[in-house]
């Protein structure tokens, strides 16, 4: 054997003795090092697989849904609205609503899509909403109809003076309430001393006077031109009776009194639809309806051929 061979196996021996001696960790790096490639061939993917389906649901599926499946304004058909509804029912509640941010995609789109309606303070009520092929709406709508204006004396600093609110016949205020002199003369005026609303459109009026006069309202409403009724008032103190007492005026100073407003009537009060039929048959003026006798024909009136008044601003409305 030469010196050379010695020396090699010498050399051999003493690189497998110092691998025999080195620490695990360092060990364990080398062999990580070695089966790298075919890990990260694995897990690569993977990684990139979760990091694209978490970027989706993140920006992607709400990118497509909005764009591809978003609610349109001009996609949604509503009930056509009364002559009386100025504003544009579906541009209101779409910029109210941000309905540009909800996706037909939504399982609730329906459902938010008749609450943002039924915050409108014209409407009464959401019937139905319907999803329709190529992303169009169809929602069904109950209108609020005004019934009289309230006199109040404003309480607003920059103004004074006389002025009027619109209600419906459930006393909720509606939207745009400066009218002109010919307007207010439409309707039947509720006249309570000392009335004036303390909520925005579309909340209740919040006194229960005029609460209970809008009830009256409602109902004389189609026959105010017939009887020539033309305003309500509330006759004694709630002090003394917890139950509103109503009065009415003709234009020409007739006055009658009501009594309860209709479905709170006491046990021996005639019901409103008596007291409306009186009227009809020609009840003197002062009389007290919850006394006079009335007839058991039906009701009959004559409709009016005026078209229904507007509600909204006017260059010539009365401050409130």
Not at 16 to 37: E, G, H, N, Q, T
Not at 92 to 111: F, G
Request: hydrophobic share 40%.
């Amino acid at each position: 054997m030469t010196e050379s061979s010695q020396s090699k196996r010498t050399s051999s021996k003493r690189r497998r003795d110092s691998d025999a001696d080195a620490p695990p960790s360092k060990i364990r790096w080398i062999a990580s090092l070695v089966a790298a490639p075919v890990i990260l061939s694995i897990l690569w993917p993977a990684i990139l697989l979760v990091a694209g389906y978490a970027a989706w649901q993140q920006w992607g599926s709400h990118y497509v849904a909005h764009k591809y499946y978003g609610v349109k304004a001009e996609a949604i058909r509503v009930t056509s609205p009364p002559e009386y509804v100025r504003s544009d029912i579906v541009d209101t509640v779409y910029q109210d609503a941000a309905m540009d941010k909800l996706s037909l995609m939504d399982q609730q789109a329906c459902a938010k899509i008749a609450s943002a309606f039924s915050s409108n303070a014209w409407v009464r009520r959401v019937v139905g909403v319907r999803k329709l092929a190529g992303g169009r709406l169809d929602v069904r709508l109950e209108y609020r109809q005004p019934v009289a204006m309230v006199h109040v004396i404003s309480r607003h600093p920059d103004r004074s003076g006389a002025g009027f609110f619109a209600i419906d016949g459930e006393g909720v205020l509606l939207p745009d309430t400066d009218f002109s002199p010919s307007e207010t003369l439409r309707y039947l005026h509720i006249i309570v001393p000392g009335a004036y609303p303390t909520g925005g459109v579309g909340s209740e009026f919040g006194d229960s006077r005029v609460q209970a006069a809008a009830l009256l309202a409602h109902l004389l409403h189609p026959y105010r031109e017939q009887l020539g009724i033309t305003s309500i008032g509330v006759h004694g103190d709630l002090r003394q009776n917890p139950v509103v007492q109503l009065q009415i005026a003709g234009k020409n100073g007739e006055r009658w009194f009501w009594g309860s407003p209709p479905g709170a009537e006491a046990q021996t009060e005639p019901p409103a639809m008596m007291k409306l039929q009186s009227l009809i048959d020609g009840a003197p003026t002062d009389s007290d309806l919850r006394q006079v006798q009335y007839a058991t024909a039906p009701l009959t009136h004559t409709p009016t051929a005026a078209p229904e008044p507007r509600i909204g601003s006017a260059s010539n409305a009365p401050t409130r």
